[in-house]
């Protein structure tokens, strides 16, 4: 009797756990991830946003329709965690989508339609057209009831079109500051697709103001880091606008005590306190530096397929990852569906922290994923089996494993669909046509010339983002097409393949130095083109001796003995190529946290290296010292400082003398003054890099914290994008007991090779295209998967995702 209620009691927690499976394959969505563990109460970003956008939403009374940006939607799950259930409670009754010209009718009217977008131009007429259809219907009256809020700032621009619309006297127009979203526990993203393309092709400085205010933002909550230190144009741009936005607000706030007034007017007789680096700096900070570097000094890194579980699904499946969620088809995220063919629904799953299997595998390279995904199977299992096999178990243990069932049935769903995921992900990482280009991109970065093979692969009309990327890692690695000839050949023969409206593409490549001509310095010496140079380059014979080159040499970003299954360098992301960027900022982290570590390839990147301790001046004095355009590379005060005399408040004549800044290591050949500049040690040799790929042994550095929470925080700050191989990278080195700094990611967006090429293809419409003609194919590799390219994050799934 006893041995029958026991089974009984079996059979009733059998029966529990088929429930909880079968609902948890139905319970789908995009959550946002916990912040709980970050270095920074990122919380703080999160409320903030989520604050801002329900005080703009209370400003009119009654029932709203919120028009959404479809973008946006993706990104509202990160701002509005609770979902469409929070802005019901503040009147948002009706949600629709921004698309075409007519909104709809409604069922009940609401008070207000709200449009909540993106501050982009091509959004503005669609907007516009609805509204021209609102005011026909009779929907405006005296009081304003159509409103658009802005993200993340309003601009001219945009205002400029709805007054051309002429709809501007019907709407109200605000802005929402979302700038950094959560993506991670140690990631930021402004989430700007095209950010690269807007700060080095339109020359548009929206993205450098949005990146400036939201790194202010940071530094508001969370104190103002030590050290400032930046790499590229962008980069110094930056941290410029980020010296001169302070320094604006200190005179405002100056103003309103009366420090600036005369005296006779000055509030209570106040005087000016006196100006000094401790006066302006005083809070006690979280973090400790940051580095702001920019895309274009790394552009062969997004070039290069990679070859993590992350950076693979957003690189092999249409339209990537977005907004930490991929689209997906249902029959690979429910196991039940695979069952039925017929299924071709795609569901959005989100890639975050939340899913902690997720966790262990996303930076994992491909050839581990198996064996490790193996390992977790027999731990599910086992943990099954221990309790099927007990027969004898008390009702206290049957208690206590019903109370497991939840997280286990979670985790075999989190097992299954990974397992599902990594199956569609070999069947290509395994095929002929991903290894051959695996070793296509490895000779081209050991400066192997592969003219010959891309003219074939462009005869044949390969997909065209494939080989424009193949075109500009070539490029890249080799500080341009070698020889005018061969340039131009290779661009003729892509506008037969793939037709005349590739022309402005090839052009903004050109602008962007993704594919450009090579300057040689024998055509250079001649004043023309070098014939010479043309023989080598249609003879593929490598010269090597390119700026990559001196970097790949010296920075060992090639490594050949990569151990996938136990790496001990960053360059298993690609196995064998290290990310230039990763390498930058682990050299000098390693090394005293200053750009004299690698001070013998600086002269090797795009533009100027600046560094410099915020607490060591005032922010006049640091708003006079960067409108010295000549000084390219600030050296930390600590070590090299001439004295500077403090100027006078605003409006007064005195001036810091050029030679009283701070000294640079490198002056423009053309500099009158011709100063002297205090001279570095003598460049680190190759010795640096290999101490430190050999200091594998766990012993720590005395002044490095035992403890991982004492490490200072540093904030590296990707201007133009970063991929997915470089956020991995990131982590690896950071988790390395020997390395001094705790690491936040800060970026514009995330990125692959395809998305920054897209970002730059200048749109013709070819009427006259043949219905044969080769397609322009988004996906940079093609892999046996379906499913249509739609966007991730959209409004449907950001509240079915909530309800």
């Known amino acids: 009797m006893e041995q029958q209620k026991m089974a009984d009691v079996h059979g009733a927690v059998e029966k529990a756990m088929a429930g909880a499976m079968k609902s948890t394959s139905k319970n789908v969505g995009i959550k946002a991830c916990k912040l709980d563990e970050a270095y920074l109460d990122l919380e703080l970003i999160r409320n903030d946003n989520r604050t801002e956008l329900i005080e703009i939403l209370d400003r009119w009374p009654g029932s709203k329709c919120l028009v959404l940006d ?19 409670e503040h009147g948002v009754t009706t949600f629709r989508e921004l698309r075409g010209d007519d909104l709809g009718g409604f069922e009940d009217e609401p008070a207000h339609i709200v449009y909540l977008v993106r ?20 929907f405006t009256t005296d009081e304003k009831r159509l409103h658009i809020v802005l993200l993340p700032r309003r601009t001219f621009v945009c205002s400029k079109i709805l007054e051309t619309e002429m709809v501007l006297p019907f709407l109200d127009i605000t802005e929402l500051c979302v700038d950094f979203i ?11 697709d095209s950010s690269f393309a807007e700060i080095k092709l339109s020359g548009d400085p929206k993205s450098l103001d949005t990146a400036a205010l939201a790194y202010i933002k940071l530094e508001n909550l969370f104190g103002r880091a030590r050290t ?3 790499l590229g144009p962008a980069g110094r741009a930056v941290a410029e606008r980020i010296a001169r936005y302070r320094r604006k607000a200190q005179i405002s706030a100056k103003k309103e005590r009366g420090d600036y007034a005369p005296a006779s007017q000055r509030i209570f007789g106040s005087k000016p306190p006196p100006s000094s680096p401790q006066s302006d700096w005083p809070e006690k900070s979280h973090i400790d530096s940051v580095v702001f570097f920019d895309r274009e000094c790394d552009l062969i890194t997004p070039m290069i397929t990679p070859l993590t579980y992350e950076g693979l699904i957003d690189e092999l499946f249409p339209g990537g990852i977005k907004n930490a969620a991929v689209k997906l088809s249902e029959a690979i995220v429910n196991s039940d569906e695979k069952k039925k063919s017929s299924s071709k629904q795609n569901v959005s799953l989100a890639l975050n922290s939340n899913d902690s299997l997720f966790t262990e595998i996303r930076n994992l390279n491909i050839e581990r994923l198996g064996q490790h995904l193996g390992e977790r199977a027999k731990q599910i299992r086992g943990q099954y089996d221990s309790f099927r096999n007990n027969k004898d178990a008390s009702i206290t243990q049957i208690h206590e494993f019903v109370k497991q069932i939840p997280g286990l049935t979670q985790k075999y769903k989190s097992l299954q669909t990974h397992i599902n995921i990594v199956e569609q992900l070999k069947a290509t990482t395994d095929g002929s046509y991903f290894r051959e280009r695996w070793n296509f991109e490895r000779s081209i970065l050991e400066g192997e010339l592969v003219y010959d093979s891309l003219e074939e692969r462009i005869a044949k009309s390969e997909p065209l983002l494939q080989v424009l990327r193949l075109l500009c890692l070539q490029a890249l690695a080799q500080g341009g097409v070698r020889g005018i000839t061969k340039f131009d050949a290779l661009r003729r023969a892509l506008l037969h393949s793939y037709g005349f409206e590739l022309l402005g593409t090839l052009h903004q490549l050109e602008i962007t130095h993704l594919f450009t001509k090579r300057k040689d310095v024998l055509s250079s010496a001649m004043g023309g083109v070098s014939s010479i140079s043309n023989v080598i380059a249609s003879s593929g014979l490598a010269t090597d001796n390119s700026s990559f080159a001196t970097l790949r040499k010296h920075l060992k970003l090639i490594v050949d003995d990569v151990d996938p299954q136990n790496p ?20 000098t982290a390693m090394h005293g946290n200053s750009w004299r570590a690698i001070s013998n390839v600086l002269s090797h990147l795009s533009g100027p290296a600046l560094q410099y301790n915020q607490t060591d001046y005032t922010l006049e004095e ?44 490198s002056i423009p050949a053309d500099n009158p003054s011709n100063q002297v500049i205090p001279s570095l040690p003598p460049p680190p040799t190759n010795d640096m890099l290999l101490a430190l790929q050999a200091d594998q042994d766990n012993v720590k550095s005395p002044h ?5 929470s004492q490490k200072p925080l540093q904030i590296v700050y990707f201007l133009g994008g970063i991929t997915y191989a470089e956020i991995a990278a990131i982590r690896f080195i950071a988790k390395q007991p020997n390395f001094p700094f705790r690491l936040l990611i800060a970026t514009t967006g995330i990125i692959n090779g395809s998305s920054l090429i897209k970002s730059l293809i200048f749109p013709i419409t070819n009427k006259l295209k043949r219905p044969d003609s080769p397609a322009d194919e988004s996906s940079s590799l093609p892999p046996p998967m379906s499913g249509g390219r739609v966007a991730v994050g959209t409004l449907g799934a950001f509240v079915s995702s909530s309800l």
């Open 70 to 88: 479809a973008a946006l939607g993706g990104r509202l799950n990160h701002v509005v965690v609770e979902g469409a259930r929070l802005l019901r």
């Open 119 to 138: 501050a982009l131009p091509e959004l503005m007429r669609p907007i516009a057209q609805q509204v021209k259809g609102l005011v026909r219907s009779g």
């Open 182 to 192: 959560a993506l991670e526990k140690d990631v930021l993203s402004l989430e700007i």
């Open 228 to 230: 400032i230190r930046s």
């Open 568 to 587: 001990q360098d960053i360059a298993y992301v690609s196995s064998g190529y290290a990310p230039l960027s990763v390498r930058i900022i682990q050299l």
């Open 622 to 665: 640091l708003d006079t010292l960067y409108r010295n355009k000549s000084l390219k590379f600030f050296i930390d005060p600590e070590t090299c400082r001439a004295p500077l005399n403090t100027p006078t408040l605003v409006g007064g004549s005195n001036t810091i003398d050029d030679e009283l800044l701070l000294a640079a290591t």
């Open 704 to 708: 490095i914290p035992a403890d991982e």
